[in-house]
């Protein structure tokens, strides 16, 4: 009599088969999550900078919309504090309005304007000298902001330039006249301010993603005429 009972066991092939199997998914499973995972985290990345650089594009267009020209007033009391201080009345001459594409410093825009940003140091109210500045080496667009004090003399100091976007691979400003959109402006020889100011941005993320952002500033006051044409008339 037999008294070995029959067992069933696996075969080695079938236990090779079995984790070849399992290995299959567990790859698959592990692709798919890992391709999850990158495409989440490139989504956020450029989300992060559509959300930077519209962020500060507004501010820019703000900023613009709100750009000061001094009144003959004003262009009277900047000339008799100059006097006061002995000084030519031409070196207290502002920049009211200046842009220049091939600045060598990087200062792309320098403006006055009633529309200041809060700062630990300074309140938002009052008058405002405003400097756009970009660092190409770094692909940084730099930001300065001074109070207004109707001279030259706040911006001789050494300047604070604040980080606004980082990632920027160019800035391009146009000025429209009324006729045509112009790359540069001075308020020194147009004598007012710009109609509108169109602002373009483009950033490229750490994955290589570009990213693109325009907008057009409207600017309220540009029938007001500069110091330079209130002191002439």
Known sequence: MNTTSDKKAFTLVEILVAMAIILTVISMVYGSYFATSRSTHTYKAKLSLLQDGRSALDQMARQIRCAYVSRISDSSNSQ??????????????IDYFK????????????????????????????????????????????????????????????????????????????????????????????????????????????????????????????NAKSTKSDSVH
């Open 80 to 93: 008799t504090t100059a006097s006061q201080q002995g000084k030519d009345v031409s070196e207290s001459a």
């Open 99 to 222: 842009s220049s594409p091939l600045n060598p410093d990087g200062e792309i825009l320098r403006f006055v304007t009633t529309r200041g940003i809060f700062t630990e140091q300074q309140t938002a109210d009052g008058l405002f000298v405003v400097t756009y500045k970009f660092d190409k080496t770094k692909n940084v667009l730099l930001l300065n902001q001074e109070k207004f004090i109707g001279t030259t003399e706040s911006l001789n100091r050494s300047r604070y330039w604040q980080p606004l976007l980082k990632n920027v691979e160019s800035v391009e400003l146009e000025f429209f006249d009324g006729q045509k959109w112009l790359q540069k402006w001075d308020l020194e020889d147009s004598e007012i301010l710009p109609y509108a100011a169109k602002i373009q941005i483009s950033c490229v993320d750490k994955n290589y993603q570009k990213c693109s952002y325009t907008t057009t500033a409207y600017i309220s006051c540009n």
